[in-house]
Nanobody
């Protein structure tokens, strides 16, 4: 059974940094894409960034480009989201997810973590 467990969320001031982690287990993720999504209150879930597990190819949303970096440690089966220069509009629950193809569409991800709250104060 696939499990994705996020950690690292919290409260940070605008301009600060946080690193989210997603510990993955339950299958081999070769060929999968690991994505980060976020959902703010009253808003739809939106794509943040993703990384291809095998090739390491990454892509991210325009709203976080230059501020957020996604990476993975295949030995630890863990995906990271390094967030810098955080803004109040980054406040959301952040989710880790896995998809069997490269995608930035939430519907194409078939495994999800429980989410971790990130709150950025102004």
């Amino acid at each position: 059974q696939v499990q994705l467990v996020e950690s690292g969320g919290g409260l940070v001031q605008a301009g600060g940094s946080l690193r989210l982690s997603c510990a993955a287990s339950g299958r081999t993720f070769s060929g999968y894409t690991m994505g980060w999504f976020r959902q703010a209150p009253g808003k739809e879930r939106e794509f943040v960034a993703a990384i291809n597990w095998s090739r390491g190819h990454t892509y991210d949303a325009d709203s976080v480009k230059g501020r957020f970096t996604v990476s993975r440690d295949t030995a630890k089966n863990t995906v990271y989201l390094q967030m810098s220069n955080l803004k109040p509009e980054d406040t959301a629950v952040y989710y880790c997810a896995a998809a069997p193809l490269d995608s930035d569409y939430a519907d194409e991800y078939d495994h999800w973590g429980q989410g971790t709250q990130v709150t950025v104060s102004s």
